[in-house]
């Protein structure tokens, strides 16, 4: 583990923890990085004496450093405790704890709310700050012990863990001394000067996979020895039909499906429409980077009884044109299926569920509209447009889920209202008639203004609610 003042752990061999913190000691520790802004006064008037004696670990951390720890030594010191007065500062969805580096593992923070302090000069009171922003508001319209005015000294310090395999300095020694042996020779085993053989499996499982120990190598010998077009064309040689299309340019998509998959889009039969219908969203997250997107669009499998992907792909961003080729590619493939088995490809057929995005709605429109187009359809483009609206709903899951996103945002809902504002935007979606509905509405909208561009998106008559069509907007 690591900490880094930002923290770093490692789960079997190393940690690394590197806390932020500024200038509070005059010389930084040399294994943690603390780096903290705007507290003038020296932290040796403020900080306590540590009473432990532990010199692994010392739960009132000062200065800049950075700590290498193992996950026994971890423990040890009760998880990195602090006596500073904390809040949690989140981390990100990128990290493993099973990564071989530290910069790849799993990262979370710490934010040091600093102390208050008292304005009188020769006051020695010093008080622990409560961490939500109201206490410590509560707190200081209190007096001093001695009858002066309380401060907050914000501290400004942010401490980094970063929890992971590691494994690194004993991959590269296996390297080292089998500077011939490829991947697969590398996962099979070594012969040791004792006759046992040692596999950089040993390491972490996911060592196992043949790729990501090709990985490991180039990035340790610090270059490739082939280019991704090469890779791409043995991957496509390797799995012949599985990539159904590919684009690598300003808008770059690579889209996926087995025969399976499409199997599962096509069903002889539809049992309920809520179940049975494609659902299409976009991970975010799932790449390293922040910005590229997996478009799965997923079906019901009866026959497993679980929800499967009928098509996958890899987009560097999420606008219209990236879902509009995932669509096209998805209606061609579900086109080609049908008329394999000789059904009829109509509209009925690409009915979807979507995410509140306006882009993934343009793209199934666009998409729909080429898609007929290139079948000489007789309908006119305005005829399409509407004919793919009537197709798009909004699930009432994603509805609920941007009601919990929106009422966190302070800006548009005042905190102390926020669960009003949950409780009657829900209740939208059990109204069973159209002048209640229009009233609830209207409600919602004068005692919350700010939420008018939001809930205008899901009333359009394109975009699902529910399953009634009360008002012209659909729900699923």
């Known amino acids: 583990m690591k900490h880094h003042s930002q923290e770093l752990f490692e789960l079997c061999t190393d940690t690394k923890s590197i806390p932020r913190r500024r200038a509070r000691s005059v010389s930084p520790s040399a294994a943690r990085t ?6 003038d006064q020296s932290s040796n008037s403020l900080r306590p004496k540590s009473g432990g004696g532990d010199e692994l670990w010392d739960p009132w951390p000062d200065g800049d450093f950075e700590r290498l720890l193992t996950w026994e030594e971890v423990l040890r010191t009760d998880n990195l405790s602090e006596h500073w007065a904390c809040q949690p500062g989140g981390g990100d ?22 102390v208050i302090t008292c304005d009188e000069p ?8 409560q961490t939500r922003r109201a206490g410590i508001m509560g707190q200081l319209n209190a007096s001093c012990l001695c009858g002066s005015q309380l401060k907050h000294i914000d501290c400004g310090v942010t401490s980094v863990l970063y929890s992971f395999k590691g494994g690194r300095t004993r991959f590269e020694q296996i390297v080292f001394e089998n500077p011939a042996a490829g991947p697969a020779a590398l996962i099979a085993g070594r012969n040791s000067i004792t006759g046992t053989r040692e596999s950089v499996s040993t390491i972490s499982t996911v060592l196992l996979n043949q790729d990501r120990v090709k990985a490991e190598l180039q990035a340790l010998r610090g270059k490739s020895t082939r280019n991704f077009v090469d890779d791409f064309a043995e991957f496509q040689k390797n799995h012949p039909g599985y990539v159904l299309y590919s684009q690598f340019e300003a808008v770059t998509v690579v889209v996926v499906q087995t025969q399976f998959m499409v199997s599962q889009l096509v069903t002889d039969f539809i049992e309920d429409e809520a179940v049975n219908g494609i659902v299409s969203d976009a991970a975010h997250g799932f790449w390293y980077s922040s910005k590229d997107l997996l478009i799965i669009s997923s079906t019901y499998s009866a026959l497993l ?10 987009a560097n961003g999420g606008s219209a044109e990236h879902y509009r080729l995932h669509f096209l590619v998805l209606f061609n493939s579900m086109a080609d299926e049908c008329e394999k088995h000789g059904r009829e490809v109509n509209d009925e057929l690409f009915g979807n569920v979507v995410d509140f995005s306006e882009a993934e709605r343009v793209g199934f429109t666009q998409a729909f509209i080429m898609f007929w187009t290139n079948r000489e359809d007789s309908r006119s483009q305005a005829e399409l447009e509407d004919a793919a609206g009537a197709l798009l709903k909004g699930c009432q899951q994603h509805y609920r889920s941007q009601v919990t996103r929106v009422k966190k945002i302070s800006g548009v809902i005042d905190p102390a209202k926020a669960d009003n504002f949950q409780s ?5 979606l059990l109204v069973l008639d159209m002048d209640t509905f229009k009233q609830k509405v209207a409600s919602l909208l004068r005692d919350y203004p700010k939420t008018k561009p939001w809930l205008e998106w899901w009333l359009r ?3 699902a609610f529910g399953r009634t069509k009360l008002r012209g907007v659909r729900f699923a």
């Open 34 to 39: 603390n780096q903290r802004r705007g507290l």
């Open 305 to 314: 009884a679980c929800w499967v992907p009928g098509l996958m792909t890899y």
């Open 424 to 428: 009657r935007a829900l209740a939208l």
């Open 461 to 463: 008559d394109s975009h």
């Open 122 to 129: 020769t006051c020695e009171v010093v008080t622990r700050p």
């Open 93 to 114: 969805k990128r990290g493993s704890e099973s990564a071989l580096a530290w910069s790849q593992g799993k990262k979370t923070r710490r934010v040091c709310l600093g």
